[in-house]
């Protein structure tokens, strides 16, 4: 199904909001002198529409944003070019012209929600504050117009959002309450710099939508910066694809998607996760290596005041599964939904509070000193930031060997023989391995990290988020190798992942969670094309995709799995999940649906 | 082709310019060890508050004493003083530092408010009670600075081991089987050890500064024997008559605290990989 877009609010032939010609952005490295990070760059942005700047790391997408708004880091300098904002001229403008557009003409929105807020103001302190010093309203009349505006992000309660302190809300709150404060200016210039990429797929659409239907309501021009292709698509009207600074492609976003013409836009297009029709997965009756049942992890949080008691948050309740020999087990869910705790626990990084877990029929839940040494020489652990999970201080070769340690009957030359030899097979050869990891980018990090792992030939892996930080043509090619070295190496999966995109491409069989616990378990082609619990269809639904053409092309696509009733005589299990829908309080049950998929339901 | 570190420090000219002051105080303390040209503390009532002269290079203070024999001497005591506080301080502070931030529980609260106590006092309280208690000595000085800063290097690396047990490696290195003090000496110390290679050398300039402050209120080392600390105390009456008497001592200070500041910046690059490119 391919989405048609409301045509662009203004298709009159106005002069642009926006206008820049022939943009040269600098920047100040200190061995090389300058280095250009923005060349020759043009962009005509008219009222209503939305325009959307895509490129990976390192492709000038945020430069040119803060370009705009005369926000470049101190390092960076306008080199030449003009950009124009209706009849004014931005480069060479003074600091006093700059401010009156900043937040009243231009607004912002920028990535992190949680910081962009100041903690130590109300949130109703924080609207009202750019409010009445740009337009001069009392506060009576800022007041009523933030709360109008608070209302039209779709906040329940806007007096009490207007009274309440930032750090009350999650992210996807505080970044409607941003939005909120940014367009209540009522700007001529929207600027979001990845509005929504720190956020989860659910709250990302929530939040792309309304920034989307209140700009076009305003009329208000976007220029919207991110690095993700799919939702770029499903909702700019142009796109620019940028890399290294240089602009690649630029026009209507059906018809670059439709057919892209350079090829490194087909790159990026091809390099989105796609199901691919891999082996079928080992049969129903390969032996489970991982088998979990009643598994509960809780955490104690300490109360403000020490003589209250401490509240207990249950992380992971009541959870059941196992992991056949060979198979890729993913858990999907939004943050705070305990995919990553039960990893964690996997690892006996956690300590469980109920529940068993066998390892190749033996419990380990626990086990100490050796035995436990023992359990970790033969399940390892993918770490998500690359950047923090590598010892700055070490070489590669000396991070790598340092999973063999604990191996016997190795010597020092050996390990670090095998560590070289690992290195060269996730594809860092030869001089590698006397390198430190800050000269390394995030993909090579993570290939160092999945190189460590996989050293002790473990039989299995426990990847939480391995690609999440990563730009689409690193994370396929992270995503690539692991899958080679499943083959080769036949090591058992548990890959933990927010973005479904990445599952589809890697998962045999699919958990998914929510408040820590599972909703629906089955096999990848049960969980995304007969989704059962209504939470997994608005995951999926919420998740945007693109889907290649027989042509050759691309198209949007929308997820189209109907909604499903819970087996007879249940109904859908919902603590929160299924919004609109009364809670079921009592405990879920998995029943089983059709073989191997289950979903938790309650007895009606 | 230079070997990598001579490069690396000639590229760098903090570590030139602290290292060659701190070669030259350990070259003063080593002569003053060794020999005077006077004796620095034997009076001379003839030569009372000489300004520099021909004889006495430095001038002589109120006793007819050469000041740059007894700067030379004082160099020995003060520097021996500053290293040892330092040394006890650092060795003892990153261990219970390292050793509470990492593993928790309740011997390391326990610890913890004791060492909460101790930062209750001033330091130079503490270090007056301490000296009280043992008398005027040497080593008395050493003891009683080196406890009134070990809570300073504790915290300091404490907070430091705490950041860093929640990093990725650290778990990486669990998750590899490696035991907790493995972990804790291969990963964790030496990530920690840019706060306290900075806070070393600045704890040298303290411990120079409270070492002439006891000094002036008669704990610390016992007169005659030199000390910069004293000297600097003692010129106080006579600044306006003899402004040598202050300034020789002072710029002692002075160059040390300088020298070794800029000494440990430079330590601090060159003992992490990540800066050896710059």
């Known amino acids: 199904m391919t989405i048609e877009k409301p045509p662009a609010a203004s298709m009159r032939g106005d002069d642009p909001v926006l206008g820049i010609e022939g943009l040269q952005v600098d920047v100040r490295t200190p061995e090389r002198g300058w280095r250009r990070v923005v060349r020759d760059f043009d962009l005509e942005l008219q009222a209503g529409e939305i325009t959307a700047l895509v490129g990976e790391s390192g492709s000038g997408k945020t430069m040119i944003g803060r370009a705009i708004l005369g926000l ?12 124009r904002f209706g009849d ?42 750019a409010l009445r010093l740009h337009h001069g309203v009392s506060a009576g009349q800022a007041r009523s117009q933030c709360l109008a505006m608070l209302e039209r992000v779709r906040i329940s309660d806007p007096v009490a959002c207007f009274n309440a302190w930032p750090h009350q809300f999650s992210g996807g709150m505080r970044q409607r309450i941003m939005l909120a404060s940014v367009l209540v200016m009522r700007p001529r210039l929207l600027i979001a710099d990845e509005p929504t990429t720190a956020l989860d797929a659910i709250v990302q659409k929530e939040v792309m939508d309304i920034m989307v239907s209140l700009s076009r309501d305003t009329s208000t021009a976007i220029l919207l910066v991110s690095h993700d292709l799919s939702m770029v698509a499903h909702y700019a009207d142009n796109v620019i694809v940028l890399r290294k600074g240089e602009t690649i492609e630029s026009g209507r976003c059906t018809d670059i998607l439709l057919s892209p013409q350079h090829e490194y836009t087909r790159t990026l297009l091809g390099a989105l996760p796609s199901r691919t029709t891999t082996a079928a997965p080992p049969s129903a009756d390969a032996r489970p290596l991982v088998e979990v049942q009643s598994l509960r992890v809780e955490f104690t949080r300490k109360a403000v005041l020490f003589w209250r008691k ?34 964690r626990a996997l690892m006996r990084l956690t300590e469980t509070q109920a529940g068993t877990i066998r390892f190749d029929a033996e419990e380990i839940t626990g086990l100490d000193g050796a035995a436990l040494k023992r359990h970790r020489s033969r399940a390892q652990m993918v770490f998500q930031d690359p950047y923090s999970s590598l010892d700055p201080r070490m070489n590669l070769g000396d991070i790598v060997a340092e999973g063999l340690r604990n191996l016997p009957g190795l010597s020092k030359v050996e390990r670090k023989q095998r560590a070289c030899e690992m290195l060269a097979e996730v594809g860092l050869p030869g001089d590698y391995a006397d390198r430190h990891p800050h000269e390394l980018s995030g993909g090579q990090r993570q290939r160092v990290c999945i190189a ?14 391995p690609v999440s930080a990563l730009d689409v043509t690193i994370q396929k090619q992270v995503l690539d190798l692991l899958e080679t070295l499943q083959t080769r190496f036949g090591f058992t999966c548990l890959f933990i992942s927010h973005d479904l995109g990445v599952v589809e491409q890697i998962a045999d069989r699919v958990l998914v969670m929510y408040r820590g616990r599972i909703l629906e378990s089955g096999s990848r082609d049960d969980i995304y094309d007969r989704p059962l619990h209504p939470y997994t269809r608005r995951l999926l639904q919420a998740t945007p995709r693109i889907m290649r053409t027989e042509s050759g092309g691309y198209r949007l696509h929308e997820h189209e799995a109907l909604p499903r009733e819970a087996p007879p005589g249940y109904r859908h299990y919902n603590h929160g999940s299924i919004p609109g829908v009364p809670l079921t309080p009592e405990p879920p049950l998995m029943i089983e649906n059709s073989p191997g998929h289950l979903v938790a339901c309650v007895p009606t | 082709m230079k070997p990598s570190w001579i490069r690396v420090v000639l590229r760098r000219p903090n570590a030139l310019v602290g290292g060659g002051l701190m070669a030259l105080m350990l070259l003063a303390a080593t002569v003053g060890a060794l020999r005077t040209p006077y004796d620095p503390i034997i009076m001379d009532f003839d030569a009372i508050l000489q300004a520099p002269s021909a004889a006495h290079w430095l001038g002589t203070d109120e006793w007819g004493r050469d000041v740059l024999s007894r700067l030379l001497a004082g160099a020995t005591i003060t520097m021996w003083i500053g290293l040892l506080v330092v040394v006890i301080a650092v060795v003892v502070g990153t261990l219970v530092g390292e050793l509470t931030g990492f593993m928790g529980g309740w011997t390391s609260r326990c610890i913890m408010a004791l060492m909460d106590a101790l930062q209750a006092f001033p330091s130079l309280v503490l270090a007056l009670g301490v000296m009280a208690v043992f008398g005027p000595s040497r080593h008395g000085v050493v003891a009683a600075l080196g406890l009134a800063y070990l809570p300073a290097v504790v915290r300091v690396v404490r907070s430091s081991v705490l950041s860093l047990r929640e990093k990725e490696y650290v778990e990486a290195s669990r998750v590899a089987g490696n035991s907790e003090l493995f972990t804790l000496f291969r990963h964790v110390l030496p990530n920690s050890l840019s706060p306290i290679i900075v806070l070393a050398t600045a704890l040298f300039g303290w411990a120079v500064l409270s070492e002439s402050a006891l000094s002036f209120l008669g704990l610390g080392v016992p007169p005659p024997a030199p000390s910069w600390g004293g000297m600097l105390a003692d010129s106080r009456n006579y600044f306006e008559r003899a402004p040598w008497l202050a300034i020789a001592p002072g710029l002692c200070i002075s160059l040390t605290l300088l020298g070794i500041n800029l000494l440990g910046d430079a330590l601090r690059d060159l003992l992490d990989p990540r800066m050896k490119n710059l």
């Open chain 1, 452 to 465: 460590r792992a996989i050293v002790s030939r473990p039989r299995f892996v426990v990847a939480d988020e």
């Open chain 1, 72 to 83: 470049l880091p101190p390092v960076a300098e306008v080199r030449g070019g003009d950009i």
């Open chain 1, 88 to 129: 004014t001229a931005l480069v060479g403008a003074g600091e006093a012209q700059l401010r009156r557009l900043r937040g009243r003409e231009i607004g912002m929105v920028f990535q992190e929600p949680m910081v962009s807020l100041n903690p130590a103001l109300r949130v109703g302190a924080q609207m009202t504050e």
């Open chain 1, 310 to 343: 401490p509240t207990i948050v249950r992380a992971v309740e009541d959870a059941d599964f196992s992991i056949r020999e060979h198979e890729t087990l993913a858990v999907v869910g939004e943050s705070g939904s305990g995919k990553t705790t039960i990893g």
